[in-house]
């Protein structure tokens, strides 16, 4: 619920309007316990799919989610929203995920 309460006072302060329209069609594991970046592409793969894609025809969309990991969540997430009929969708998260290999 983190995650909703931050995009609601995201879309509140902003003036935007808040659609809640994603719904996940397949369980996923959790990205993090995942080892490789083929993994976590694999595991959100057609994982998605938008509940209204009437709702964002031509609109572009702010996406808000808690953390950044691979980014292959976004990717995924940010297709599906396109393929649906979004103009332009554009990411934002709360936090992102320190990797050994971060400089």
């Known amino acids: 619920m983190l995650v909703e309460t931050f995009a609601r006072q995201v879309a509140d302060i902003l003036g935007l309007e808040y659609l809640s329209i994603l719904a996940k069609v397949r369980q996923t594991q959790e ?3 995942l080892s490789n970046w083929l993994q976590k592409a694999d595991n959100v793969k057609n994982a ?6 009437e709702q964002i025809a031509d609109r572009t ?3 808000i989610d808690d953390i950044y990991d691979s980014g292959y969540m976004l990717r995924e ?3 599906t929203l396109m393929q649906a009929g979004a103009q332009a969708v554009y990411p934002l998260t709360i936090t992102r995920t320190a ?3 971060d400089q």
């Open 48 to 53: 998605f799919a938008v509940r209204f894609p």
């Open 31 to 33: 990205q993090k316990s």
């Open 77 to 79: 997430v940010g297709l």
């Open 61 to 63: 969309l702010l996406l």
């Open 99 to 101: 990797h050994s290999d």
